[in-house]
């Protein structure tokens, strides 16, 4: 079925790093902190897969006075420090990796700066050097297919050649709009939405060799 995979494209979190409920959080005491009320589910709901932007623009509807001109910098700050401390690889991503016979890729909608340092902390940064991409550098978001068809183009493939593995809806989106096929990591599919959408769905790394 994938046998004309050629190169396969990771989404970074929540694929390559669990980084999501770490990020959330921050977002979620930052928010409240301003008279927001919400918590962690409700932010794996809303927030995953979105550009920061978007988040904040979420969060400034929901607190009565204005969103802080610094809060995006204060949820770098916290993020940073807490990534970090805390964060890990997703359980599996590591041996996957090693064990791909075919290139391979990260397309984020995070900044590079925080790709490249959560690769690092998770000792994963050795297999993409040169081949990160980020939404920032475009300034297009998901789920705008942009950066998913700038990676396959300098990785020197077509859209069809390619495998798409997200973990948002919003990523899922942007990878089938751009003519790809997408695999949907549902291990933290809160609003089991992916399997509608992708090209199929797996919930654990070890079982997406089998496509490989």
């Known amino acids: 079925m994938m046998s004309k995979i050629k190169?396969?494209?990771?989404?970074?979190?929540?694929?390559l790093v669990d980084s999501?409920?770490?990020g959330n959080q921050v977002l979620v005491n930052l928010?409240?902190?301003l008279g927001a009320s919400i918590n962690l589910d409700y932010a794996f709901k809303n927030f995953k897969g979105k550009s920061l932007e978007d988040c904040m623009h979420q969060i400034s509807v929901l607190i009565p006075g204005e969103l802080p001109k610094n809060f995006e910098s204060q949820y770098r700050s916290l993020s940073f420090e807490k990534f970090r401390n805390e964060i890990q690889p997703i359980e599996g991503v590591t041996d996957l990796i090693k064990n791909l016979s075919i290139p391979f890729c990260?397309?984020?909608s995070g900044p590079e700066a925080k790709i490249k340092?959560?690769?690092e902390l998770t000792g994963l940064l050795p297999f993409f050097t040169n081949h990160i991409f980020s939404c920032y550098t475009i300034?297009?978001?998901?789920?705008?297919?942009?950066v998913f068809i700038w990676a396959a183009k300098t990785m020197g493939f077509q859209p069809n050649e390619c495998l798409v593995i997200e973990d948002s809806l919003s990523?899922?989106?942007?990878a089938k709009s751009g003519g790809f096929r997408v695999a949907g990591f549902t291990a933290h599919d809160y609003n089991n939405e992916l399997k509608h959408h992708a090209s199929f769905t797996f919930d654990a790394m070890e079982k997406l060799e089998l496509f490989l």
């Open 7 to 15: 190169c396969v494209i990771f989404d970074c979190d929540g694929v």
């Open 20 to 22: 999501e409920p770490i």
């Open 31 to 33: 928010a409240n902190a």
């Open 106 to 108: 990260v397309a984020s």
């Open 117 to 119: 340092l959560n690769l």
């Open 139 to 146: 300034q297009k978001w998901k789920p705008d297919p942009a």
């Open 171 to 174: 990523g899922v989106k942007a």
